[in-house]
């Protein structure tokens, strides 16, 4: 029954956006990314967004006016990780903040003999556990443009592997998938990057996933949705985790 009701009220949100079919058409035209889905597949990721633009609320740091097409833009990358699995993965939290450009918070960090410092780091974006999602524009407004790097997917998928916990590459599984296969592959294909990385040889990935298990799934997220094939050829099965993941074939539909 409440699944039921559920699905009454996302359609009636569905049917009462106001955005129009040509606004939704700019959006997705300004994504190349998205030029391989097949139109039921453009069909659910609209839906979805509308849904995620109406639950989520975005503001705008430093005065950024965020205006509605910035809105879907960061709401078609964010939706397109849960095209065939649903919004449930970005429930408990609200907000998307959004910087004009790079941001550089000031934060006290402890070390190991409980001595605090105070840093500042240059940041393009941040997922905070049960917080909010803090991207650059700068860096967002030409995310999908299939160059491997994708800042949205990089920190939604961060919100992902934070459904657990602290983001440690490891996030729930479906049912059905084999945790103990997932750590042996993740594992050796984050040491081989790492090898690879340190030995100064570029095979398409960027080496911030080699900085830790979580910026390798997170990193790997956006190679998976964008350069399929480089991640293929780097580990075939962390691929095939990826794909039972976000139960989606990204090499069946990208050049």
Same mark, same amino acid.
């Given at each position: 029954?409440?699944?039921?009701?559920?699905?009454?009220?996302?359609?009636?949100?569905?049917?009462?956006?106001?955005?129009?079919?040509?606004?939704?058409?700019?959006?997705?035209?300004? =994504?190349?990314?998205?030029? %391989?889905?097949?139109? @039921?597949?453009? @069909?659910?990721?609209?839906?979805?967004?509308?849904?995620?633009?109406?639950?989520?609320?975005?503001?705008?740091?430093?005065?950024?006016?965020?205006?509605?097409?910035?809105?879907?833009?960061?709401?078609?990358?964010?939706?397109? +990780?849960?095209?065939?699995?649903?919004?449930? %993965?970005?429930?408990?939290? !609200?907000?998307?903040?959004? &910087? +004009?450009?790079?941001?550089?918070?000031?934060?006290?960090?402890?070390?190991?003999?409980?001595?605090?410092?105070?840093?500042?780091?240059?940041?393009?974006?941040?997922?905070?556990?049960?917080?909010?999602?803090? =991207?650059?524009?700068?860096?967002?407004?030409?995310?999908?443009?299939? @160059?491997?790097?994708? =800042?949205?997917?990089?920190?939604?998928?961060?919100?992902?592997?934070?459904?657990?916990?602290?983001?440690?590459?490891?996030? +729930?599984?479906?049912? %059905?998938?084999?945790?103990?296969?997932?750590?042996?592959?993740?594992?050796?294909?984050?040491?081989?990057?790492?090898?690879?990385?340190?030995?100064?040889?570029?095979?398409?990935?960027?080496? &911030?996933?080699?900085?830790?298990?979580?910026? !390798?799934?997170?990193?790997?997220?956006?190679?998976?949705?964008?350069?399929?094939?480089?991640? &293929?050829?780097?580990?075939?099965?962390? !691929?095939?985790?990826?794909?039972? !993941?976000?139960?989606?074939?990204?090499?069946?539909?990208?050049?």
């Amino acid at each position: 029954m409440f699944q039921f009701i559920n699905n009454w009220f996302e359609r009636r949100i569905i049917r009462r956006s106001t955005i129009t079919a040509e606004q939704w058409h700019d959006a997705f035209a300004s =994504l190349p990314l998205l030029q %391989g889905l097949s139109a @039921d597949e453009k @069909d659910r990721l609209q839906e979805l967004a509308i849904l995620f633009l109406h639950h989520k609320i975005f503001e705008g740091a430093q005065g950024l006016n965020v205006t509605q097409p910035m809105k879907m833009v960061i709401a078609l990358q964010a939706c397109l +990780p849960l095209l065939n699995t649903g919004l449930r %993965g970005y429930q408990g939290w !609200y907000t998307v903040v959004i &910087y +004009p450009a790079g941001f550089a918070p000031k934060r006290v960090v402890r070390d190991e003999f409980g001595v605090e410092h105070h840093v500042q780091s240059n940041l393009a974006g941040e997922a905070w556990l049960r917080g909010p999602v803090v =991207l650059s524009w700068g860096e967002t407004a030409h995310a999908g443009v299939i @160059d491997g790097h994708n =800042l949205v997917i990089h920190e939604f998928a961060h919100k992902l592997d934070m459904i657990n916990g602290d983001a440690n590459g490891f996030p +729930p599984l479906h049912v %059905g998938m084999d945790s103990g296969k997932w750590a042996e592959a993740f594992t050796a294909g984050f040491e081989d990057l790492q090898h690879k990385c340190n030995r100064g040889k570029h095979i398409g990935i960027d080496c &911030y996933a080699a900085s830790s298990p979580a910026e !390798y799934f997170a990193v790997l997220s956006e190679v998976f949705f964008e350069r399929p094939s480089v991640l &293929y050829k780097h580990s075939a099965d962390v !691929y095939e985790l990826l794909r039972q !993941y976000y139960r989606q074939d990204p090499l069946t539909r990208l050049p």
